[in-house]
């Protein structure tokens, strides 16, 4: 099955981004096909390669990168709530992509399921 | 591009976040994509429709607005809750737009018939 998620939580504020993860993995080791995950509104902030939070606590926005790295997921950005937050190219963290919402459309409408974690 | 019937749900009112203003956002976008864009208010996402919104007075921008836009953007039907307008002391008379009414019940049975739902 085709599946495509979007996140519109941000990586430290709220546990959306990991159930997202979380999902995003079980649906890859169940053999499903994971198209795209898109981020919109405070959801690109997982995309800030200058984030760092101590070694030992949670950090999502490394985790989709690993993601994106080891299982070739596709990591899309929204340009508008990116370029409002702070978020380019400059600090974009590895796999991501800065796209149009029209990005979004064409995911969910492909997918088989389409699943939003949000706050 | 398949064709599919996509319902957006939108519960939070206007202001204080800004969820409602990144729903129209994409309400908008999707809609130029040709699919079949319905849109559902329910809870506080009914004081969305409410006429004589004035949010510069908190520094906003009046993205409501946009709602009244909705007939140009081939947008198939705005569905709004009854209980959630009675709930808040509104009628169909205080919002900028025609729309759909429709009961508790009803409703459920729009976001049951989507191919999609989109909540934000």
Request: aromatic share 8%; net charge negative; glycine share 8%.
């Amino acid at each position: 099955m085709k599946f495509a998620i979007l996140v519109t939580a941000g990586p430290q504020g709220h546990q959306a981004p990991d159930s997202a993860l979380a999902f995003a993995k079980a649906v890859l080791s169940r053999g499903h096909e994971l198209s795209r995950v898109f981020f919109y509104g405070e959801g690109v902030l997982n995309a800030n390669r200058l984030a760092a939070p101590p070694s030992d606590e949670r950090h999502p926005g490394r985790d989709w990168s690993r993601l994106a790295a080891e299982h070739g997921v596709e990591l899309v950005i929204c340009a508008n709530a990116a370029i409002k937050r702070g978020i380019r190219e400059v600090n974009l963290a590895p796999g991501f992509r800065i796209s149009g919402l029209g990005q979004l459309t064409e995911a969910m409408v492909a997918a088989d399921r389409f699943v939003t974690f949000g706050p | 591009m398949t064709h599919k019937k996509i319902v957006f749900v939108s519960r939070k009112a206007p202001y204080g976040t800004n969820a409602a203003a990144e729903m129209i956002e994409a309400v908008l976008v999707t809609a130029a994509f040709d699919q079949q864009v319905h849109l559902a208010f329910l809870d506080d996402g009914v004081f969305q429709l409410a006429r004589a919104q004035t949010p510069e007075a908190i520094g906003h921008k009046p993205f409501a607005q946009n709602l009244t836009e909705l007939g140009e953007y081939d947008i198939d039907h705005v569905w709004v809750e009854r209980e959630s307008l009675a709930e808040r002391g509104l009628t169909e008379h205080d919002l900028m737009i025609a729309v759909s009414l429709v009961n508790r019940a009803a409703m459920a049975e729009v976001l049951a018939e989507a191919d999609i739902l989109m909540s934000l």
